[in-house]
């Protein structure tokens, strides 16, 4: 499931050719992808491309907005004469011809370029929302990990009387947003904290230290262009992350710990494969 680093990094590869180009058509392959009238958005001026949590928001003009959100398997690639970029779930889509077969929704700019999105298992979508409606969806999700009003203070009096795991506490769209379960485990093991303990027994200096564990992994995902495991998508140009070459614990079972050389473990916490080392995460 595309995270954190993977959805900033598609921001910033569409902020740098979308914005300016006006959308020609609009083609809803798989309808229920689509939540409004697709038609609305022709002629439409793409102002922006920014994101919320893991939803990106393409400001329209007109007070007209699409957010998207990738879920499992989306991906957004834009294709003109020169360049193919964007990301997402890996899969061949990012190097064949499209549209292809899951092709979801696809837009033809007034240029002739297009913007795919892509999704296998059709659980990504596309909404349209006026400014207004934008505004009240993002008011309440909690605010990203990466930004400045999340401090240690802050998620300290989120957690502190919360007896569920941290693991699952640090992926909470209620707590804090952004941090995904490839994230969630690399932070907690640079922090050296056991993802089973309770919130509330934390400390403050655990807390001090599993957010800025947390802040250095994603600004670190952000840098490298996110995640990229599947080996045969790698070297996809404009589209493949590099995180996967510096990964601490995650998808490493049975390899050293980085901290402590020790041999990584696994186990399921809330219905996800967890990473993490049993010797120094306490």
Known sequence: MPELPEVETIVRKLQTVLPGKKI????????KTFVGDPAVVIGLEVLSVT???KIIQLQ????????????????????????????????????????????????????????????????GWIKLLADHEV?????????????EVVTAEYLANKIKNRSQNIKQLSMDNTVMCGLGNIYACDALNMAKLHPLRPGKSLSFAEIETLLHSAKEILAKGIELGGTTFDGKYVDSEGLAGKYQNIVRVYDREGLPCQNCQQLITKMQIGGRGTYFCANCQL
């Open 51 to 53: 994101r919320r949590a």
């Open 135 to 147: 505004k009240a969806l993002f008011s309440a999700l909690a605010p990203d990990v990466i930004d």
């Open 24 to 31: 020609h058509t609009t083609v809803a392959v798989h309808a």
């Open 60 to 123: 329209l003009s007109q007070g007209q907005n699409l957010l998207i959100h990738l879920k499992m398997t989306g991906q957004l690639i834009y294709l003109d004469h020169e360049q193919r970029l964007g990301g997402g779930h890996p899969t061949p889509d990012w190097i064949n011809e499209l549209p292809s077969k899951h092709t979801r929704v696809f837009f033809a700019f007034k240029d002739t370029s297009q913007l795919f999105f892509n999704d296998q298992r059709l659980f």
